[in-house]
């Protein structure tokens, strides 16, 4: 599988921002779909994930905020990201995995397939 976000770039805080993720190789609507997200110095972290089911599971931390979905048709996997804090900034990564076990939890140990990331700054 191959997996390609977009969208990226720089936004003042209370701003918005739309990643994209293109896949290829596998059909997003059977497996587990989510994004995580790196900080300069800081673990990854799991951000939100959707299964197969349609069942989402957000992070705290972006919670009423952010908004996962998918474009079975397009094969594409969406992060809406409205007001935005500097905390969010850091590198992107779409990620997926078959085994439906894997959005049971935002652990990237369940999550086989990862993107190379894209870049998300927000100043404050």
């Known amino acids: 599988g191959h997996l390609v976000e977009s969208g990226g770039g720089s936004a003042q805080a209370g701003g918005s921002l739309r990643l994209s993720c293109v896949v290829s190789g596998f059909t997003i609507s059977t497996y587990c779909m989510g994004w995580f997200r790196q900080a300069p110095g800081k673990d990854d972290e799991g951000v939100t994930v959707?299964?197969?089911?349609?069942?989402?599971k957000y992070a705290d931390s972006v919670k009423g905020r952010f908004t996962i979905s998918k474009d079975n048709a397009r094969n594409t996997l969406y992060l809406e990201m409205n007001n935005l804090k500097a905390e969010d900034s850091g590198r992107y990564y779409c990620v997926a995995d078959p085994w439906a076990g894997a959005c049971l939890l935002l652990h990237r140990g369940n999550l086989g397939l990862w993107g190379k990331g894209n870049q998300v700054t927000v100043s404050s």
């Open positions: 959707v299964g197969s089911d349609g069942r989402v």
